[in-house]
Nanobody, 120 residues
Framework: QVQLVESGGGFVQAGGSLRLSCAASGRTYAMGWLRQAPGKEREFVAGISWSGGVTKYADSVKGRFTISRDNAKNTVYLQMNSLKPDDTAVYYC????????????????WGQGTQVTVSS
């Protein structure tokens, strides 16, 4: 069983930055971040392989968000810069307990989510 605990969400003005963290207890491989805005489906934001050598981003966040991980701390991060009101959502950390490469459909452990609100 894997437990994921997110932190770092909050309220920020457009153009600002936030850094999300996700601490995992238990063995994880590939990890990622997804988000869900009110009235919308959950969408993939960023993923990172177990080694950290491969990353993947949604087109909407490329060049603004950076995913990274520290396997010694069993923690994954999401640095979010140049935030826009459209980035407002609950952000969820996800982990894959099977595959080392990025397969969002294979994520099988989820955090409770952290709210990010970006004002215009």
């Amino acid at each position: 069983q894997v437990q994921l605990v997110e932190s770092g969400g909050g309220f920020v003005q457009a153009g600002g930055s936030l850094r999300l963290s996700c601490a995992a207890s238990g063995r994880t491989y590939a990890m990622g971040w997804l988000r869900q805005a009110p009235g919308k489906e959950r969408e993939f934001v960023a993923g990172i392989s177990w080694s950290g050598g491969v990353t993947k981003y949604a087109d909407s966040v490329k060049g603004r968000f950076t995913i990274s991980r520290d396997n010694a701390k069993n923690t994954v991060y999401l640095q979010m810069n140049s935030l826009k009101p459209d980035d407002t959502a609950v952000y969820y950390c996800a982990a894959d307990r099977t595959y080392a490469n990025i397969r969002p459909s294979s994520y099988d452990s989820w955090g409770q989510g952290t709210q990010v609100t970006v004002s215009s």
